[in-house]
Every structure is written in structure tokens, then in C-alpha cells.
Nanobody
Framework: QVQLVESGGGLVQAGGSLRLSCAASGRTFSSYFMGWFRQAPGKEREFVAAISRSGGRTWYADSVKGRCTISRDNAKNTVYLQMNDLKPEDTAVYYC??????????????????WGQGTQVTVSS
């Protein structure tokens, strides 16, 4: 079992940056495959980024590739999502997710076992 708590969301102007954090507690953090998803009002939850347990491999949605960087610090039990050049279409609630195994289908929400409560990101034009 792992508990996930996101932070770092807020209101930012287009072109600005935010760094989201997700702090984990419970079982050994390094044993979890981690991902970030987002959900805008009226839309389905969509994949943003994922990172392997060691941090050696990362995956990104095409919509954020080149603008976002996922990273993790296993010593601090935390995964990060650095978001740059934010656009109004990035507005959503951002969720951290964990899976207790290496995933192949990293973009599929149902593959993840644990979820945080989400943090709101609002980008104004």
C-alpha cells in the first residue's frame, strides 16, 4: 500500500512554468512505477508522463513532449513533473499514480494501482 499526495499546482499565465510534486508514503517508493495523468472538466483522464522504478526510462504524451520533464528522487520518496511553456489547454487536475510492478501499457489509467487526490493547474491566456 502507498499513499500519494500531490502539491505544486496553481494559477499561471501562458508561457509560465510549474513544478508538481507527489510525495509517497508506505512501502518502498523505489518499487513503484510512477505516472502523471490529468483530467480537464468534461474530459477523460489522460496520460501525461511516466517514469520507471529506477528513473532510467521515461515516457511522455505527445501533447507535452519537449515541455515537461518527469523525474523521481527515491531517497525523498517523491516524483516530480516540471512543466514549462504552459498553455491554456494544459488546464486540468493533475494526478499522480503508482503501480507496484513495471508497466508495459503506461498510458492506461486502469493499469495503475494507487492514485493521489489531484492538484489543480490553471493556465490563463
Amino acid at each position: 500500500q502507498v499513499q500519494l499526495v500531490e502539491s505544486g499546482g496553481g494559477l499561471v499565465q501562458a508561457g509560465g512554468s510549474l513544478r508538481l510534486s507527489c510525495a509517497a508514503s508506505g512501502r518502498t517508493f523505489s518499487s513503484y512505477f510512477m505516472g502523471w495523468f490529468r483530467q480537464a472538466p468534461g474530459k477523460e483522464r489522460e496520460f501525461v508522463a511516466a517514469i520507471s522504478r529506477s528513473g532510467g526510462r521515461t515516457w511522455y504524451a505527445d501533447s507535452v513532449k519537449g515541455r515537461c520533464t518527469i523525474s523521481r528522487d527515491n531517497a525523498k520518496n517523491t516524483v516530480y513533473l516540471q512543466m514549462n511553456d504552459l498553455k491554456p489547454e494544459d488546464t486540468a487536475v493533475y494526478y499522480c499514480a503508482a503501480a507496484d510492478r513495471q508497466l508495459m501499457l503506461v498510458v492506461t489509467p486502469s493499469r495503475y494501482d494507487y492514485w493521489g487526490q489531484g492538484t489543480q493547474v490553471t493556465v490563463s491566456s
